[in-house]
Nanobody, 120 residues
Framework: VQLQASGGGLVQAGGSLRLSCAAS????????MGWFRQAPGKERAFVAAISWSGSRTYFADSVKGRFIIARDNAKNTVSLQIDSLKPEDTAVYYC??????????????WGKGTQVTVSS
């Protein structure tokens, strides 16, 4: 199973980005999916998750109201719309999938990251 994240880049503060994650296996439509991020010198941290059906979403407090997560099970993709970007959002963003925890407290699969850099 592979998760391929894309959409990162360099953006000014206040701007927006849309990250996408494509899963290689249709079986992942049964998994919760989501995003984590790792800023320089910090541990990887939870950002957002979405249930397999898309009916429930979870967000870190630091991103509530600015990030939107969505999924398309027909295309095996999950997206993260990031608005009102702040310099502290600068990090490598990782796609993740899990079957045991809808909020991704346990992750079964990790994708390679995509860099998001926010300039002030």
């Amino acid at each position: 199973v592979q998760l391929q994240a894309s959409g990162g880049g360099l953006v000014q503060a206040g701007g927006s980005l849309r990250l996408s994650c494509a899963a290689s296996a249709r079986a992942l439509s049964s998994y919760a999916m989501g995003w984590f991020r790792q800023a320089p010198g910090k541990e990887r941290a939870f950002v957002a998750a979405i249930s397999w059906s898309g009916s429930r979403t979870y967000f870190a407090d630091s991103v509530k109201g600015r990030f939107i997560i969505a999924r398309d099970n027909a295309k095996n993709t999950v997206s993260l719309q990031i608005d009102s970007l702040k310099p502290e959002d600068t990090a490598v963003y990782y796609c993740a999938a899990g079957l045991r925890s809808e909020s991704l407290a346990v992750v079964d699969y990790w994708g390679k990251g995509t860099q998001v850099t926010v300039s002030s």
